[in-house]
């Protein structure tokens, strides 16, 4: 397994390239099996977990067809136009719980689905139940057999008034999907509001979709017919953005995100600038200096957007284990989202977790350490912390970092970050 080795202590200077947003394409691809036409997506980011979707959807019996290469712009045609298969197979759906994703259109389109429970994950047990409350309300019989969805309809959806107990984005992508080809209208109050929910929502737009309220929190659907194929460029990654401006922060650097969208960024550029550091709008993207300021800690509670995001949390608190003073930061979303903290502590953090809630407490420098990646972002604060850190980090199974992180270490090294992937095969 790839670990990657980590000389830390350089402040970051220059740009990186920020791409299109993983949580935006994990919805984004899906969307065309609710079409026979061609949907081609541009800005696709080259990552472990676009490639597991695009497996997903090839047994579905869609054809896709990649144009351009690493770091160019990706263009990824996506033509559903028979749908041979409306099973999603547990070996896949495990992979990857944004799998679950192919059920709204896949019953929308065909009438029918059978789609693997995805299971928990490291971060909590993360269930579906919401999606599936919204897909019957819609008029889908939802059985639960041998660990499998089965949603079926005897001919189209209706349209329902859909209210989410709470914020998901799942859920409310799963609803929105069925809705465009649902009979009549659907209403979904406390609809999230992130910035890929949007984006898939302009993205049924332009496939012929009726959808008013996009970017609220109450969306609603008239159901057409049948939509048609477009041309959709990914929205920038404002989680990868919120990435970079701590490896920007916590070096003391100066770095332009090239791409990047500070409009995306809610809560974060409040917190980054409350914490010191100087973020600004350029013509190209977002500028990140702390090469003269004093980070200082300051208080987070992640919310659903436009609160601070739950996927930044873990490098944040990387960063505020380096900052004057101390913080706290209280998970909302998911029960399980502090397996950085162990990690971080090998590292030198000073962090006392209570429930739901983690004070930190600074300290002038972290020590480098072997550690292990766990999830995603837990695997990027590591990196993070690593690239503060006096002396050497590992950081071992970085294939959790290479699901949502394109050439992390090109594009760090690139700004003078001492940082090396190692390609051993040694299992640890
Ligand atoms: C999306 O996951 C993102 N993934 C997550 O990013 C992100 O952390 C999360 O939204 C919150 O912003 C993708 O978009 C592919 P939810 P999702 O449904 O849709 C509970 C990353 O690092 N819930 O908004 O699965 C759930 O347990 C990943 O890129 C139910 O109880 O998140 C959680 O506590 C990690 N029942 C909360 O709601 C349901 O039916 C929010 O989950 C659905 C959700």
Known sequence: MD?????????LRGTIAIGGA?????????????????????????????????????????????QGDRGADRVLDLAATEIINTTAPYDLVRRMRASVLVLGPLVARCGQ?????????????????????????????????????SATVNGRLHGAEIVFP???????ENALMAATL??????????????????????LVAMGARIEGIGSDTLTIQGVERLHGARYRVVPDRIETGSYAVAAAITRGDVELVGARLDLMGAVVKVLTDCGVTVSATENGVRIAADRA????????????????????????????????ASMITETIF????????????????INVHNASA???GVPRLSGAPVMATDLRASVSLVLAGLAAEGETIVNRVYHLDRGYERVEEKLAACGARIERLHDGAAE
């Open 359 to 361: 004070i930190v407490r």
């Open 182 to 203: 649902a009979k009549g209208e659907t209403i979904i109050s406390n609809a999230a509001r992130e910035p890929e929910v949007a984006d898939l929502a302009h993205c």
């Open 294 to 325: 004093d980070i200082v800690g300051t208080d987070i509670m992640t919310e659903p957007y436009p609160g601070f995001p739950t996927d930044m949390q873990a490098q944040l608190m990387a960063l505020m284990a380096t900052a004057g003073g």
């Open 3 to 11: 670990r990657i080795r980590i000389a830390g202590g350089t402040p």
């Open 113 to 149: 689905a059978r789609v693997s429970l995805p299971g928990g994950c490291a971060i909590g047990t993360r269930p579906v139940d919401l999606h599936l409350k919204a897909l019957e309300q819609m008029g889908a019989r939802i059985e639960l057999q041998e660990g499998y969805i």
């Open 22 to 66: 993983k949580n935006a394409a994990l919805a984004l691809m899906p969307a065309c099996l609710l079409t026979d036409e061609t949907l081609t997506l541009t800005n696709l980011p080259d990552l472990a977990d676009i490639a597991t979707m695009a497996n997903l959807l090839a047994q579905h019996g869609v054809r896709l067809t990649l």
């Open 166 to 172: 709470q914020v998901t984005v799942g859920g409310t």
């Open 335 to 350: 029960e399980n989202r502090f397996m950085h903290v162990p990690e971080l502590m090998r590292m030198g953090a000073r």
